[in-house]
């Protein structure tokens, strides 16, 4: 790769059979990890990691499928199921010594968050969710012409085939379109660090429709399971968001309500890519968040 995260040192790190996770490690302390969007990589923390590890021990992989991490064929639907993306996170943990941490995820790394906290809350400590509403929630809130704006999910939950091809045949226009028309300021992903990930996510376009791919099938399920065993995150939970909850006519606060019993809600003001545009206040919520 050709950028580094100053003060960090990157490591591949076998965390299931056949798979290891390309992840940038610094710092010492309680331990923070940090999971990245779409489309970007770990990359998207430069600016809030070191913050962090003044403090923390702080663990910045790239997803199974994205990045320099491994990206195995879906050969099931579980291969990219969050579930199954959770547990890469916790083998990664273990992998490196730590047993409780703290997790804060953006984007597709907040759903794969979201998964770790349900399934593994003796490991999990913290849990910060920056702008996205659960798996279950994100089909019931889509409607009407307002769903335009997530014309991408509906494009990947398309059968293998079709969406692979339309995506690879213009790689760069799909994945640049979103670094566009989702940042509120865009000085905050300069030309090399959109370089980076654009050609991160040209070589990963099959690993990257298959986990969206499994939003709108296994995903669900798990999601539904849990909501009618009545599992809550029962960790402290920080959600922070834009206000497209007021867009798309729901309310974001209530939305997330039901699935946290510890939860603090925040809108802000910068655009989807968060960490990268208002980087010192993401870091600030991040060290609140585990204070509680």
Known sequence: MGITMSGF????????DGVELNAAVGGDGPAVVLLHGFPQTHLMWRHVAP?????????CPDLRGYGASSKPEAVTEDTYAKRTMAADIVGLADAL?????????????????FRAGLDHPDRISHLGILDIVPTLDTWKVLHGVSAA??????LMAQPFGLPEQMIAGSADAFFGHFLDVWSTNSDAIPAEVR??????????VPSIVADYRATATVDIGHDQADLDAGNRLTMPVTVVQQDWGRQLGFDATAVWRPWATDLQHITTRAGHFMAEEAPEDIAALILELVTR
């Open 195 to 204: 370089a980076e990930y654009l050609r991160a996510c040209r070589d990963a």
């Open 9 to 16: 040192e990157t490591r591949s790190i076998g965390v299931a």
């Open 149 to 154: 704006v997530a014309f991408h999910l509906y």
């Open 97 to 113: 010594g730590i047993d409780r941490f703290a997790l804060v995820g953006h984007d597709r790394g907040a759903h794969v968050a």
């Open 51 to 59: 913050v962090l590890a003044e403090h923390h021990t702080v663990v």
